[in-house]
């Protein structure tokens, strides 16, 4: 599916972690797909949302490898990127989590990100987790299934 259709009617897009990753890492297989919708986040014709699971995750291979600069970067883009809202985790979102979890069989981490774009109101949720297409609550945008 074309990125243009995909977005099509989407004013908050979650950002799932692998997208980020390739987005900040300039991943040779992905940049290329996932830049024309940050490109949208940073003209503010979308509004990101991201959530602590994101930061965290994003932030592990940094930390093991003692990259200083990438765990600014991943920082600034996640919790201060400009059109960019960082969803905190609270009891609700721990509850629909659970909800989530039990209804789709997904990890727990998946399940508090589902929960924390649905709580944003988003109305799509973009990851490379082709597992994730099975959640129903919000359009599921597979970076790995989409074409510029």
């Not at 949208?40 to 291979?61: M, N, Q, Y």
């Not at 400009?82 to 659970?98: G, V, W």
């Not at 774009?117 to 359009?139: P, Q």
């Given at each position: 599916?074309?990125?243009?259709?995909?977005?099509?009617?989407?004013?908050?897009?979650?950002?799932?972690?692998?997208?980020?990753?390739y987005?900040?890492?300039?991943?040779?297989?992905?940049?290329?797909?996932?830049?024309?919708?940050?490109?949208?986040?940073?003209?503010?014709?979308?509004?990101?949302?991201?959530?602590?699971?994101?930061?965290?995750?994003?932030?592990?291979?940094?930390?093991?490898?003692?990259?200083?600069?990438?765990?600014?970067?991943?920082?600034?883009?996640?919790?201060?990127?400009?059109?960019?809202?960082f969803?905190?985790?609270?009891?609700?979102?721990?509850?629909?989590?659970?909800?989530?979890?039990?209804?789709?069989?997904?990890?727990?981490?998946?399940?508090?990100?589902?929960?924390?774009?649905?709580?944003?109101?988003?109305?799509?949720?973009?990851?490379?987790d082709?597992?994730?297409d099975?959640?129903?609550?919000?359009?599921?945008?597979?970076?790995?299934e989409?074409?510029?």
């Amino acid at each position: 599916m074309k990125i243009a259709e995909a977005l099509q009617g989407i004013t908050h897009l979650f950002l799932d972690t692998a997208p980020v990753i390739y987005y900040v890492e300039e991943h040779p297989l992905f940049l290329a797909t996932v830049t024309p919708i940050f490109d949208r986040i940073d003209s503010g014709f979308l509004i990101a949302v991201t959530s602590p699971v994101t930061l965290a995750e994003c932030l592990v291979a940094p930390y093991r490898l003692s990259l200083i600069k990438l765990q600014q970067d991943f920082f600034d883009l996640i919790v201060h990127g400009r059109y960019t809202t960082f969803m905190p985790l609270d009891h609700e979102i721990a509850r629909q989590a659970a909800e989530l979890r039990a209804r789709y069989n997904v990890t727990l981490p998946d399940a508090l990100q589902i929960a924390a774009a649905l709580s944003a109101g988003c109305e799509a949720f973009l990851t490379n987790d082709g597992n994730l297409d099975r959640v129903k609550e919000l359009r599921v945008l597979v970076v790995g299934e989409l074409e510029v």
